[in-house]
């Protein structure tokens, strides 16, 4: 009897063989080809399931922005059973941060969409790329979940913080895949950065954070 094929599967492993190639030779001068040989399959298999480049990579940015969500749910989980509005962002800009092969990969090959999509009308047009907001919302809600349970300095402007977070996450990022600082380092600055939003004495909370997320 012929073995059942599971095609979500297979377009899974397609998709992150994309990945693994872009990861070390940027996603412009990926073929399809190149796509197949990493996966171990033929051409005509990948061009069965994607037909052309650009419908491989739009399934590939899907599948990217759904790995970035389970890095963070990780994360936020290792943060202990209740976690706090700080710990929770933590988790969110520590998860987009080149930390590791899986990390790097993601930072790395979103990049390379984002800079593709500059030219690409498609790409452009994707709600990933396009409407970076999901992020920016859901960060701004717990920075005013935090500010409605008494955690934030005064005067701190929740929607414009969100937004200076997630610019200094994708700058810190970009800094560590190409050797201008540390993961550790960059840890250090988006500590000092939640350390000026939130109120002094609540720097120990933080500490305990760090401690779990270095720890894991």
Known sequence: MPKRVDHVERRTEIAEALFRVAGRRGLHAVGMRDVAAEAGVSLRLVQYYFETKEKLLLYGLQHLAEGFGERVTTRIRAAGDNPGPRAMIEAMLMAALPTDEESRIFHLVYTSYVVLSVTDRVLAAQPFIKNPDAAESALTELLRQAEGSDLLRPGVDARLEAVSLLA??????????????????????????????????????????RERRHSS
């Open 168 to 209: 200094m996450s994708a700058g810190l990022g970009t800094s560590i895949l190409v050797g201008q600082r540390s993961p550790e380092s960059a840890a250090t600055v988006l500590d000092h950065h939640l350390d000026r939003i939130f109120r002094a004495d609540l720097a120990d909370a933080g500490t305990r954070t």
